[in-house]
């Protein structure tokens, strides 16, 4: 009896401390996006709300790699479009060209990212800040031109469009697709947790405070500097990829500064540094307009007025909420205790008098 | 050219002498690491079983009490309480009846009325509970014998505890050694192949003699400036100088404003390259290199760290992070196992989380471990850079006006910090001051400079009675 009890016990306690440990967040976030889809195959969520939000998790896998550029590395990049789309095309071309093979796709995509990111690496030790920002949109922007007119590749201005992607013989619905872009989430998430809380993680920061103390503490700043260049493009190609899978289709128009502006807008307004920052950034940039917005009958009239709210939130965040809103939050409950507890005083001076 | 090949065999030979020495230094490291964790688990399971045995003893100790002080410690806290709590009811009443007055002074008698009422009944309830509570405790009553005979009883059962506490610990104990001298034996096997390694590259290498008759240096020189000039365009930073510096002592680089000697520095750790001129150093092998050869972050590896004149602290990381940014070349694993977390990476951050709380032992910041730099004391910070430099476990430390800003108390404690690295952690100091006071007091040989040239060097007496260093800090005639 009183063995079970402490084993009882025991497992307990190793629940609690696994709640302490940072990967049940991650593990937490996969349960609620598996349960999204459950809840869409019952019936309970709309189909399309299923897509847009299988978009948001695409989106916040992007903008995972982007805190480390942006956060820890301090590089502001706008060209994480063209990355995404590059990874979109490259699924497109294989399927299309090479038969359906995941494997030549994944290994052709995260190639082309490791030299991209190390193009835009190099560019970055010679620039900084703002340059660095309008150098990579200008690549960006090349990079959707070649969409646009290497037409046997992209397919020009109509874009790539592939038939279901079959998985050793199978042929894959939505649902499981949807499965493979958890599994990819969560494995980015722990691979960014990882790096955040590891010497190269700390190289990065100390980059990004002060580049003459990271040299004299032996930090090559030309190496992790690319480092960082190449893990982020690496994992947009991989958000694109998964899109390209997801949605089955690609056009140029879709990857313009607008949707860069948008993942830098997720990234800034959720907090840059923490990659529940991230989550919540992408859910408010992407799905306010889409999920809520879009019911309201004001914004189905003025469509574009999203973008004034976003605008707005951008504007709210960097002026009393740098951090982000994930600061927010730790705010917040501080000041409900002092609420709670100026509330409590006040009745005690009511009921007894002062003392 | 054959020089050149004999110089990078001489290298990459170095280079693996030290990959086996690391190896070997991680290796007798993690026993200790090991140690502790068996310690911290042994204690933390005797703990608990501690925690068990207590309860049952409770129990026990319950029978021994004689009535009077069983009445003491169990009924008169439920007293306490009981008068708390009526004194609480009548202050709610008198604030009730002052309401009560101020909204309707007319009824005051009727008012007054009802309060005493009130009052009445929250004492007869009061009593009512008291008398409960005395009733309950009351019930119990034991005769002497009965007591000696439970005194004993629980005597005999913590002694019985505390042996099988005893007995438990010291099984711990043998298990934990156990492990222990296994891990120690393998480590000494491989720590005995790993010697006859280096012995055999060592020999390897003695076969090479190089002859480098131009970077020559006197056996207890550990850095040796030759000619050294540094020009921005027109202007002649640093002069032609030359100087060398006594490994073990403390060498101080004076002079006023704007006479280059944060340049020196900068020459020295790389950041600038030098004009001209040669830097010349002597590595953990006690060979003779030329840093002028080096990139900024390979200086480090050579084990030169330096200070800033204004504090250059990763301000996002806490003070125990940035002491592992210090360490950062002393990480062997690629950045595979940083993304996987791999055993071996765990254990090299253990071993060097170690050492760095050790370092922030000594030096007295144990307090700030898990601080974050912004908003601590100048003076503060200005040690944990200090303590940053040693993660590495540097010969050569450079400290950039390390006293600017701090007040008088703080200096005192820098100057014995300084002192006390210099003897424990064996290392040459080399540093730039302005408060003379400071200078005078810690350094062993003292070089004045002025608009980049040298002016005198000797021991600091020597140089407080040169006319030339006068003539500079209060002008001429």
């Known amino acids: 009896m009183e063995n079970k009890k402490t084993s009882q016990l025991t497992l307990l306690n190793r629940f609690q401390s696994f709640t302490k440990h940072p990967f049940f967040g991650i593990f937490l976030a996969a349960f609620v996006m598996i349960l999204i889809q459950v809840l869409g195959n019952s019936g309970i969520l709309k189909p399309s709300a299923v897509d847009i939000l299988a978009n948001i998790w695409i989106y916040m896998i992007v903008g995972l790699g982007f805190t480390l550029l942006l956060g820890y590395a301090g590089l502001a990049s706008l060209g994480t479009a063209g990355f995404i789309g590059v990874g979109s095309y490259v699924i497109g071309f294989v399927f299309n060209q090479m038969g359906m093979n995941f494997f030549v796709a994944f290994i052709l995509g995260v190639v082309l990212a490791i030299i991209l990111g190390t193009i835009v690496g190099f560019i970055s030790l010679r620039i900084e800040g703002m340059y660095l920002a309008i150098i990579t949109l200008g690549l960006s922007e090349i990079l959707v031109e070649v969409f646009k007119f290497w037409t046997p590749v992209t397919g020009g201005v109509n874009g790539v469009q592939i038939a279901r992607p079959e998985f050793f013989g199978k042929v894959l619905e939505r649902e499981e697709v949807y499965f493979i872009l958890v599994f990819f989430m969560v494995v980015v998430m722990i691979s960014v947790v990882n790096i955040i809380a590891s010497p190269t993680g700390r190289a990065m920061l100390s980059i990004k405070n002060s580049t003459s103390a990271a040299q004299a503490m032996g930090i090559s700043v030309l190496k992790y500097r690319l480092m960082t260049f190449v893990i982020s493009t690496v994992i947009a190609v991989i958000g694109g990829m998964l899109y390209m899978t997801y949605n089955r289709a690609t056009t140029p128009n879709m990857w313009s500064i607008a949707l860069s502006l948008n993942i830098l807008a997720a990234v800034v307004i959720g907090g840059s540094k923490s990659i529940w920052g991230v989550g919540l950034g992408s859910l408010l940039i992407f799905g306010l307009d889409q999920l809520v917005l879009k019911r309201i009958e004001f914004f189905q009239v003025y469509g574009n007025a999203s973008f004034i709210l976003n605008g707005a939130l951008i504007i709210l965040v960097v002026m009393f909420y740098p951090g982000g809103i994930i600061r927010m939050f730790k705010d917040l409950s501080n000041f409900t205790k002092k609420q709670i507890n100026g509330i409590i005083r006040s009745y005690k001076e009511y009921r007894y008098g002062k003392q | ?477």
């Open chain 2, 1 to 477: 050219m054959a020089n050149n090949k004999a110089n990078t065999l001489n290298n990459r030979y170095n280079h693996q002498i030290e990959q086996l020495k690391y190896k070997m230094r991680y290796q007798t490291q993690y026993v200790d690491v090991i140690k502790e964790k068996l310690d911290q688990k042994r204690i933390k399971e005797l703990k608990k079983m501690g925690q068990s045995h207590q309860k049952e003893l409770y129990a026990l100790e319950l029978e021994t009490l004689s009535d009077l002080s069983y009445l003491e410690i169990f009924e008169a806290p439920l007293i306490k309480k009981l008068d708390e709590k009526l004194v609480w009811q009548q202050r709610a009443i008198a604030q009730s009846l002052k309401r009560g007055l101020s909204k309707n002074p007319s009824a005051k008698e009727e008012l007054l009325a009802k309060a005493q009422l009130q009052k009445d009944l929250a004492l007869k309830k009061n009593n009512e509970k008291k008398e409960l509570v005395h009733q309950k405790f009351s019930a119990r009553s034991k005769t002497e014998i009965q007591l000696r005979g439970s005194l004993i009883a629980y005597e005999a059962e913590k002694a019985r505890l505390n042996k099988l506490h005893e007995e438990k610990n010291q099984a711990l104990l043998l298990e934990n050694e156990k492990i222990i001298a296994e891990q120690k034996s393998k480590t000494d096997i491989s720590n005995k192949q790993l010697k006859e390694k280096i012995e055999s590259i060592v020999k390897q290498k003695s076969t090479l003699n190089i002859t480098d008759t131009q970077h020559e240096m006197n056996d207890d020189v550990i850095l040796s400036l030759r000619d050294l000039t540094m020009k921005f365009g027109g202007l002649v930073a640093v002069d032609h100088l030359s100087f060398d510096v006594k490994a073990g002592e403390v060498f101080g680089l004076i002079g006023p404003n704007g006479a280059g000697k944060t340049t020196v520095f900068n020459c020295i750790t790389q950041f600038y390259k030098a004009t001209s001129g040669t830097v010349i150093y002597k590595d953990r092998n006690l060979d003779n290199v030329l840093l002028n050869d080096f990139k900024v972050h390979n200086v480090i590896k050579e084990g030169i760290v330096r200070t800033f004149q204004n504090v250059e602290l990763i301000w996002e990381l806490s003070i125990l992070d940035n002491l592992l940014v210090g360490a950062h070349t002393l990480y062997h694993t690629n950045f595979f196992s940083h993304l996987v977390h791999t055993r071996r990476y765990k254990r090299e951050e253990e071993i060097l989380r170690a050492r760095a709380i050790k370092i922030l032992t000594d030096l007295d910041l144990i307090l700030y471990k898990d601080w974050y730099p912004l908003g601590l004391p100048y003076g503060i910070l200005k040690l944990v850079e200090l303590a940053r430099t040693l993660m590495t476990n540097p010969r050569l430390i450079i400290l950039d006006e390390p006293a600017a800003g701090l007040n008088d108390i703080e200096t005192e404690k820098l100057v014995h910090t300084i002192r006390k690295i210099q003897k424990d952690y064996k290392c040459t100091i080399f540093l730039v001051e302005h408060d003379m006071d400071l200078v005078m007091e810690i350094c062993d040989t003292i070089c004045a400079i002025s608009f980049g040239k040298k002016l005198a060097i000797g021991t600091p007496k020597e140089i407080q009675s040169n006319k030339l260093v006068q003539e500079a800090y209060l002008g001429g005639e």
